[in-house]
């Protein structure tokens, strides 16, 4: 099975970069997948990284190390409207591509 | 516009009350997954369906079944919810991964809550 670990609170200000952390340990990873989610909401694709590297994605970047277990997401000119849980989530090496969500980050931008 | 339609959208039922969720896509996709999210946690998988293929996770409960009559509907089924049952479902398709490609597309979910 996999684990992900990423932290459960980030605050910044309007404008501002922030990066979202995400460690994992695995067994049949194929690759990691980010997803947003509002209060009440469903979540929402964001990005998904199935190589090492770098992916952009307007305001949105996200990275992935395989040899580090490691993947972070980047937003940038933050807005207010992207206060919201970010979840990094693994995904498996089945044809369904399975995911399993870490606990999840709540961001919260401020004025 | 395509997308993920979940039905109702709020459920109130009884303790060990049998209660049935369903969902519908016009997405075509041939993968479609149930998750239960609780308050504040993240979302987990239960199973999924790869075409008429049934893929349950290993600790979801003997009480959650599921139905895929077509490439259209899923359907959640709850045997006897407990009160720990009480939380979001939400189906989610996607259509087959590519190495580069990976994304599920979610309903708007049903929120269930057990008396």
Redesign the interface.
């Known amino acids: 099975g996999q684990s992900l670990e990423q932290p459960s609170e980030v605050t910044a200000v309007e404008g501002a970069i922030v990066q979202i952390n995400c460690t994992y340990q695995t067994s049949g990873f194929y690759g990691l997948s980010w997803y947003q989610q509002h209060d009440g909401g469903a979540p929402t694709f964001l990005s998904y990284n199935a190589l090492d590297g770098l992916e952009e994605t307007g305001r949105f970047s996200s990275f992935l190390s395989r040899s580090d277990s490691y993947g972070y997401l980047l937003l940038q000119e933050l807005q207010m409207k992207d206060s919201a849980s970010y979840f990094c989530a693994g995904a498996s090496s089945g044809s369904a591509r399975q995911l399993t969500f870490g606990s999840g980050t709540q961001l919260t931008v401020l004025p | 516009d395509a997308m993920v339609i979940q039905n109702p959208r709020y459920q109130v039922t009884q303790f060990g009350k049998p209660v049935t969720l369903s969902c519908s896509q016009t997405l075509n996709h041939n993968?479609m997954?149930w998750y239960q999210q609780k308050s504040?946690?993240?979302?987990?998988?239960l199973f999924?369906y790869?075409d008429k293929d049934f893929?349950n996770?290993a600790d979801t409960p003997d009480n959650f079944q599921s139905r895929r009559p077509n490439t259209s509907f899923c359907f959640l089924d709850i045997r006897s919810p407990g009160l720990g049952d009480a939380a979001m479902y939400?189906c989610?398709t996607?259509r087959?991964?590519s190495?580069?490609?990976?994304?599920?597309?979610?309903?708007?979910?049903t929120r269930l809550t057990v008396l």
Request: proline residues 7%; negative net charge.
């Open positions: 993968v997954y504040s946690q993240a979302p987990k998988l999924h790869y893929n996770e939400l989610a996607s087959e991964a190495y580069s490609y990976n994304e599920q597309f979610f309903g708007p979910g």
